[in-house]
């Protein structure tokens, strides 16, 4: 079986699917690596580094020609479906749920769709492979540093002959994989750091971190399936909002985590709560997309201030902005699925299997995850309008 490495083409993405370590592995595996020229630049990868671990560096054009499983980070292109041939597999990032067209798209072409973000995330053997969680620990990390560069004060309480600087107060929104990341290197800098999430067992681990866990008298609790938050209802999210908004004016800077699901990132911060913060404020909002993020105002890609003098940072693709780690953990993500899902030289699609049942999206022609193909199916338009509360970017 031959794996090819594709160069990424998103807009700002520099990591790469494969590292050359990964390479020797794969090929002891029995699995052949082309890598597409220049894949790993945007990484600090040479092609001369993947050619000495083993593989073929290939033209795009040969890549698409030879490899029987394309491995990328993100979504390929649309253009990208119509040069991949029936019986391909492509492994990466799909965001089938975001993007159930390019889904529909991958089955009439006859290729088989396999996204690591439907991986089942609670099952111990899966944590390996899990890069959702590798990739939000990556942007946690970032996000930290991001608002501790972009604020015009210390982090840490800093004593010196020319004076006293006050440690900096850092409220984390949404403590799941990421906000945890976030909290403990705003620790590690020296910020006094809270933490907030509306799943009640993140309390522990936050405190674990040695942040403050902030409970909101109203108690909005939205536990949901899978370790994941469900969507808050109209009226809790009003009275969760109503009620950060007090406590996020006593901070300095804000990271905002919360996701949920399949639906645009939760409104956390509203524009009243930052009108009501102090000038040389950061708010991070990790959660930034063109549907709207967790900070109102925030803009993907985009760092804008506000008249009050709140910096917003609209940090929608952290990861990519640390290529080579986050490649690291990619590909020890994206190897592991590849070589669980490989038996006698060949892809074995089996969507029995609890693992399979989640990741494979497309085969055989016909979208076989039943969440995908809810949404790949076009619905009629319900009378009166279409429906405007899709899936978040
Ligand atoms: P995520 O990226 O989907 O969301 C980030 C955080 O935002 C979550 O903690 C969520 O509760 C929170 N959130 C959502 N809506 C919110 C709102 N309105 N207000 C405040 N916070 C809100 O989550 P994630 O980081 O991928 O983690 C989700 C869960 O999966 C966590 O419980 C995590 O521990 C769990 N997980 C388990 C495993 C495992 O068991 N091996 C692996 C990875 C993650």
């Given at each position: 079986?031959?794996?090819?490495?594709?160069?990424?083409?998103?807009?700002?993405?520099?990591?790469?699917?494969?590292?050359?370590?990964?390479?020797?592995?794969?090929?002891?595996?029995?699995?052949?690596?082309?890598?597409?020229?220049?894949?790993?630049?945007?990484?600090?990868?040479?092609?001369?580094?993947?050619?000495?671990?083993?593989?073929?560096?290939?033209?795009?054009?040969?890549?698409?020609?030879?490899?029987?499983?394309?491995?990328?980070?993100?979504?390929?292109?649309?253009?990208?479906?119509?040069?991949?041939?029936?019986?391909?597999?492509?492994?990466?990032?799909?965001?089938?749920?975001?993007?159930?067209?390019?889904?529909?798209?991958?089955?009439?072409?006859?290729?088989?769709?396999?996204?690591?973000?439907?991986?089942?995330?609670?099952?111990?053997?899966?944590?390996?492979?899990?890069?959702?969680?590798?990739?939000?620990?990556?942007?946690?990390?970032?996000?930290?540093?991001?608002?501790?560069?972009?604020?015009?004060?210390?982090?840490?309480?800093?004593?010196?002959?020319?004076?006293?600087?006050?440690?900096?107060?850092?409220?984390?929104?949404?403590?799941?994989?990421?906000?945890?990341?976030?909290?403990?290197?705003?620790?590690?800098?020296?910020?006094?750091?809270?933490?907030?999430?509306?799943?009640?067992?993140?309390?522990?681990?936050?405190?674990?971190?040695?942040?403050?866990?902030?409970?909101?008298?109203?108690?909005?609790?939205?536990a949901g399936e899978g370790g994941y938050a469900r969507e808050l209802t109209a009226e809790e999210r009003q009275v969760q909002q109503d009620e950060l908004a007090g406590h996020i004016a006593r901070h300095d800077v804000v990271i905002t985590t919360a996701q949920v699901p399949g639906r645009r990132p939760p409104l956390l911060v509203t524009e009243d709560a930052i009108k009501a913060m102090?000038?040389?404020?950061?708010?991070?909002?990790?959660?930034?997309?063109?549907?709207?993020?967790?900070?109102?105002?925030?803009?993907?890609?985009?760092?804008?201030?506000?008249?009050?003098?709140?910096?917003?940072?609209?940090?929608?693709?952290?990861?990519?902005?640390?290529?080579?780690?986050?490649?690291?953990?990619?590909?020890?993500?994206?190897?592991?699925?590849?070589?669980?899902?490989?038996?006698?030289?060949?892809?074995?699609?089996?969507?029995?299997?609890?693992?399979?049942?989640?990741?494979?999206?497309?085969?055989?022609?016909?979208?076989?995850?039943?969440?995908?193909?809810?949404?790949?199916?076009?619905?009629?338009?319900?009378?009166?309008?279409?429906?405007?509360?899709?899936?978040?970017?």
């Amino acid at each position: 079986m031959k794996a090819g490495v594709l160069k990424e083409t998103a807009p700002g993405e520099r990591r790469v699917a494969l590292v050359p370590d990964a390479v020797a592995k794969l090929r002891a595996a029995g699995i052949e690596v082309l890598v597409e020229r220049g894949a790993g630049e945007g990484a600090w990868l040479s092609d001369s580094l993947y050619a000495d671990a083993g593989a073929t560096i290939v033209s795009a054009a040969e890549l698409y020609r030879d490899a029987d499983v394309v491995l990328t980070v993100t979504k390929p292109p649309a253009d990208v479906v119509g040069l991949l041939r029936p019986g391909q597999a492509v492994i990466g990032m799909l965001a089938p749920l975001v993007h159930p067209e390019l889904a529909a798209a991958l089955a009439a072409q006859g290729v088989t769709a396999i996204s690591l973000d439907r991986m089942p995330r609670t099952l111990t053997r899966t944590q390996p492979m899990d890069a959702l969680s590798s990739q939000a620990n990556v942007a946690g990390y970032k996000a930290a540093l991001v608002a501790a560069a972009e604020f015009g004060r210390f982090f840490p309480l800093l004593i010196t002959a020319a004076g006293t600087a006050r440690p900096a107060k850092v409220l984390v929104l949404g403590a799941g994989v990421a906000g945890l990341q976030a909290i403990g290197t705003a620790r590690r800098l020296g910020a006094v750091v809270s933490g907030y999430d509306v799943r009640p067992a993140s309390k522990t681990e936050v405190e674990s971190l040695g942040a403050t866990f902030i409970e909101l008298t109203a108690g909005v609790s939205a536990a949901g399936e899978g370790g994941y938050a469900r969507e808050l209802t109209a009226e809790e999210r009003q009275v969760q909002q109503d009620e950060l908004a007090g406590h996020i004016a006593r901070h300095d800077v804000v990271i905002t985590t919360a996701q949920v699901p399949g639906r645009r990132p939760p409104l956390l911060v509203t524009e009243d709560a930052i009108k009501a913060m102090t000038a040389g404020s950061v708010i991070v909002d990790m959660g930034a997309s063109t549907l709207g993020g967790n900070a109102s105002g925030s803009r993907p890609g985009e760092t804008v201030v506000t008249g009050n003098g709140i910096t917003i940072i609209g940090a929608d693709n952290l990861p990519a902005s640390m290529p080579t780690a986050a490649s690291n953990a990619y590909s020890r993500n994206i190897s592991t699925l590849l070589a669980y899902m490989t038996a006698d030289g060949a892809l074995a699609i089996d969507t029995s299997d609890e693992i399979q049942a989640g990741v494979v999206i497309t085969h055989d022609g016909r979208v076989v995850n039943e969440d995908v193909a809810a949404l790949a199916t076009p619905r009629p338009e319900p009378e009166g309008g279409a429906d405007v509360d899709g899936p978040g970017d």
